[in-house]
Each structure stands twice: as C-alpha cells, then as structure tokens.
C-alpha cells in the first residue's frame, strides 16, 4: 500500500497564496451636500464594483473552510486539480519536479463519489508514474492501483475516495469582490481577490519564503461555489508531498469545477 499512500501525499501539496487588489471608494455624503470627487479613477471603479457586485450574501466576502463546501448540497459535479513543482533540491543543483492531477467528480441521489489521481515525478515516484481510482457508493468503496482492484471498506485505504482539493488547499478565511464578472465553464462567476494569509497551507510545511507570482479566483453565487482558482507560487526551502527533502521553485495550482448538476456516472470501478 506504500504506492498508494504516496498517491494520497500527491495531493496534499501545496501552499496557500493570495493576491490583494485595492479598489476606490464611492463618495461620501454630508448631509444633502455631497463630498467633492478628487479622485476620478477611483469614482469610476466604484460604479464598476457596484454594477458588478455579487448578491445579497456574497456582496462583502466570501470564506470556505473547504473549497468543497457547498458543492455535496448539488445534483452532481466534476472538478479537476492539478499541482506542479519546478525547481531543484535545496541547497543543491539537482533537479525537483512533480505533477499531481486529482479528478473528482460526485453525484447526490446516489451518494457516490469517484477520486482518480495521477502523480509522476521525483517528488511523488520512485520511477513509474502512479495511477489510482477509488470509488464510494454509499457505503461501499473500491480500490484500484495498478490495474488491480479492491474493496478497501472499512480500512485505512478507504480514505483515498475522500481525497481532493481540501489535501491542495485547507481553505479560504477571507476573500472580496473586485467588481468583475464573467462566465468561466458555462457558469456566470464573480471575481474575487484575497490576501496572501487568507488560504490555508495545506500540505507546504517549513518554507523559508512563498511569494506570489499569480493568482485567480471566480466564484458563483448561484450554486455558492468556487469555480475556478489557480496560484502561482514561488517557495524556497519547502517540504511538499511529504517528501523527505526540502526545495525550491516554483509550484502553480489549478482548481476548475465543470458540469454543475451533471450525473457523472459513477459506476464500480471494471474487474472490482
């Protein structure tokens, strides 16, 4: 099970990053006369953000304690996470690298959830890339590493059916409007932005220093769930994947939730 274990660790990489916008307040009022605009950039950015502002309960911040809440409330989903580092081993001119892709999709009336990881890389492999799938339904789950099949109910590997992007990222503690919208994977999204501090370090453990060299995050208030997040990290003297060594480079985060209310299909894995 040393394989699958290292599969589960592919997903409990990374750290958390943020990225602070600052936006113009509208004018104030004093009484019936209004306060002077002396800032006309600022005026205009804050009828944008008010144009564009999210609903009701979404209007002043969002916060997950998992990107996952809310979406078990929903017919069915699928999202994909991918984690990768670049860079070397500290202190030494050897090259780090790791690629890390969890598929998880979930579907309600059933109670059924399917978890496919990919990990290669000398962070997560010895040599060979690794390829697992478990399956719940209801009660019942089933392994598959390697082509070979289990039913791992009740054991210490059942957890893999659990795992996803609450093992990339803890949470969200704060997040704001920044008064634009869009439609990203047919889904009408608000865009929001958040400090370096907001996300929780979910599996970056020991880093001398994380800077953040991007960051994106989209959020629908009709379905109250994040439909796309990604950060572009950079980390010197990191623990990532629970590897035994530290590193540093740069490590980017893709989280993306597609077919909302979609029926995945989430049958017994073949051969189980």
Do not use: K
Not at 148 to 167: N, R
Not at 202 to 219: P, R
Request: glycine share 10%.
């Amino acid at each position: 099970m040393n394989r699958v274990h290292r599969a589960g660790l592919a997903l409990g990489m990374i750290c958390a990053v943020g990225l602070m916008a600052g936006c113009g307040t509208p004018a104030n009022q004093d009484g019936l006369l209004p306060t002077a605009i002396v800032n006309l950039d600022a005026a205009a950015t804050a009828m944008v953000m008010t144009q564009n502002a999210p609903p009701g309960p979404f209007r002043e911040a969002i916060a997950f304690e998992s990107l996952e809440d809310g979406l078990r409330e929903l017919d069915g989903w699928t999202y994909t996470a991918v984690a990768e580092f670049e860079g070397t081993y500290s202190g030494t001119s050897r090259p780090a690298s790791a690629t890390t892709t969890a598929q998880v999709a979930y579907h309600l009336l059933t109670s059924a959830r399917r978890v496919e990881i990919t990990a290669e890389g000398s962070l997560l492999t010895d040599g060979d890339p690794i390829s697992t799938e478990a399956v719940r339904i209801g009660r019942d789950v089933y392994l598959v590493v390697e082509d070979q099949c289990s039913v791992v109910t009740g054991t210490d590997a059942a957890v893999v059916a659990d795992a996803g992007v609450t093992e990339l990222i803890g949470g969200l503690s704060r997040a704001v409007p920044a008064g634009e919208t869009g439609v990203i994977n047919d889904e009408p999204v608000y865009r929001y932005t958040f400090d370096a501090n907001a996300l929780e370090l979910a599996a970056v453990t020991g880093a001398s220093s994380v800077s953040i060299a991007g960051a994106e995050l989209w959020f629908s208030a009709e379905h109250n769930a994040v439909i796309r997040l990604y950060l572009v990290l950079n980390v010197e003297n990191a623990v990532l994947f629970g590897s035994s060594a530290a590193v540093s480079g740069r490590l980017v985060i893709r989280y993306d939730l597609t077919d909302i209310g979609v029926d995945p299909n989430i049958t017994v894995p073949f051969g189980c």
